[in-house]
């Protein structure tokens, strides 16, 4: 039975909302303030938290901060509960964390399928986050393969200039490259032009080996984007590696699989997000490729081409992640300073 946490000063409103939450299978923590909200909030580690804004000792922009600071805390799926209509209220509480929010007066069903539909996305994200971490594990052990590494060794290591080709779209594919220093981007090209990046590729990164799995042409283009040292693996030598060792041939099959879900989830995204959402899950991506905590060193170009937006537009968006204290930009460089809230960003 999953347990709610509700925070609200009024009676009358915290015994009617507790009551249709209890009808409804859920176990209920009640709390008239937002001092005793975080007490019993420490004390029950609740599935969910309802919590209203207006609200004498503590008011619910305080629980959500403190929240926001509590590493037990911090994961728990909040709405926000208030009489406020005004859009820079509701953002305010969103653009520090909050997940949703519902206005007084609301209905059953209202209610009902705002806790339904946070802890549902809650239980998705936990399982998409083991998912990763599992996928990163893997990616991992996969690359201090002794097979894999045998197929790197005694191989001579090419350099690459800033924005250099690899190959292109629509080459035959006919070698598997291994980053050994630097970073490559992939991207596709449009009718008119226009770039879309369909992948960045890091120090320890594999990369042109899906068309050679699906025997197809290359269908984007590689180009450094610093200078590179690159192994490049031919094709042959390669699938002989597949055919002799099996355990080598699944952790590539699997590696695929991830690729195709990875560029699902973000196909979804560029069709249903806003384009603040889109920016801020690039940053993030960006953020675990590049793994540097001195920032991203990326032109707003490339950054433009993989959110998939007029550069123009990703300049402003920047600009009011920066003003929102979300990320810094030093020298050029992006620095994330709230993951957190850029991971939960709704519009």
């Known amino acids: 039975m999953k347990t709610i946490l ?11 909302t507790a009551e249709m ?39 619910g922009y305080g ?14 799926p909040f ?25 007084k007066p609301f209905t059953e069903a209202e209610l009902l399928g705002a806790v339904e539909s946070r802890l549902k996305r809650h239980e998705n994200l936990k399982k998409t986050a083991t998912t990763e971490a599992d996928f990163e ?27 250099q080709i690899i190959y292109s779209e629509g080459n035959e594919a006919g070698k598997v490259y291994f980053v050994k220093k630097g970073k490559v981007k992939t991207y596709q090209t449009n009718t008119d ?50 055919h002799q060792k099996q355990s080598v041939a699944q952790k590539f099959i699997r ?3 991830g690729a195709v879900a990875e560029k699902e989830k973000f196909l979804l995204g560029m069709a249903y997000n806003s384009l603040r959402k889109r920016v801020a899950d690039a940053l993030l991506l960006l953020s675990e490729k590049y793994k540097n905590t001195k920032g991203m060193q990326i032109s707003r170009d490339n950054l433009a081409s993989v959110v998939g937006t007029a550069t123009e537009s990703l300049i402003r968006t920047l600009s009011e992640f920066k003003q929102d204290g979300l990320i810094e930009i030093t020298e050029g460089k992006i620095i994330i300073k709230n993951a957190h809230k850029l991971a939960n960003l709704k519009y």
């Open 193 to 242: 032009g226009k770039e879309f990046i369909t992948g960045i590729f890091c120090e320890g990164d594999f990369f042109g080996y899906i068309p050679i799995l699906e025997e197809t042409s290359h269908t984007d283009t590689a180009e450094t984007l610093e200078e590179c040292e690159l192994i490049s693996i031919p094709k042959n030598d390669f699938l002989a590696l597949l």
């Open 79 to 103: 709405i926000f509960l208030t009489a406020k209509t005004e859009r820079s209220d509701i953002r305010k509480g969103m653009e520090m964390g909050a997940d949703d929010y519902l206005t």
């Open 63 to 76: 629980v959500l901060q403190i929240f926001m600071h509590n590493p037990e805390l911090s994961t728990v």
């Open 137 to 163: 594990t893997f990616w991992n052990e996969s690359k201090a393969d002794a097979d894999l590494k045998n197929l790197l060794t005694d191989r001579k290591v090419f350099g690459y200039k800033k924005k």
């Open 255 to 257: 590696m695929l699989a």
């Open 21 to 59: 939450l209890e009808m409804a299978g859920y176990r209920i923590e009640t709390a008239e303030n937002g001092k005793v909200g975080v007490e019993k909030a420490l004390a029950t580690k609740p599935d969910l938290v309802i919590c209203d804004i207006m609200m004498p000792v503590m008011d």
């Open 6 to 16: 509700l925070i609200e000063d009024n009676d009358d409103i915290r015994e009617n």
